[in-house]
Nanobody
């Protein structure tokens, strides 16, 4: 069981930036894809970004493409989500997910471990 610790959430104004970090335990971290998902109040969890086990490929939801960047540092067992040009509609609890298929996935069910979630609030 992989344990995930997230940080970096907070309150920012529209147009601002935040960088989320997710530190994972587990000796096989580099063998699996990682992902970020978010859940806004009253809505279902949605895919944000995923990164392959190697870090060579990334995929994004259309709503964040061009604004968010997912990256990973396998030596540090850490995945990041750089969020720029934030909009009020980005407000949500953001969850880090681990244990995905090596090629990445936008399906939450494909990930075996989840972080506790970190709140991101973007004011207008």
């Amino acid at each position: 069981q992989v344990q995930l610790v997230e940080s970096g959430g907070g309150l920012v104004q529209a147009g601002g930036s935040l960088r989320l970090s997710c530190a994972a335990s587990g000796r096989t971290f580099s063998s699996y894809a990682m992902g970020w998902f978010r859940q806004a109040s009253g809505k279902e969890r949605e895919f944000v970004a995923t990164i392959t086990s190697s870090g060579r490929s990334t995929y994004y939801a259309d709503s964040v493409k061009g604004r968010f960047t997912i990256s990973r540092d396998n030596a540090k067992n850490t995945v990041y989500l750089q969020m720029n040009s934030l909009k009020p509609e980005d407000t949500a609890v953001y969850y880090c997910a681990a244990g995905g298929p090596p090629y990445g996935s936008r399906r939450g069910a494909d990930f075996g471990s989840w972080g506790q979630g970190t709140q991101v609030t973007v004011s207008s």
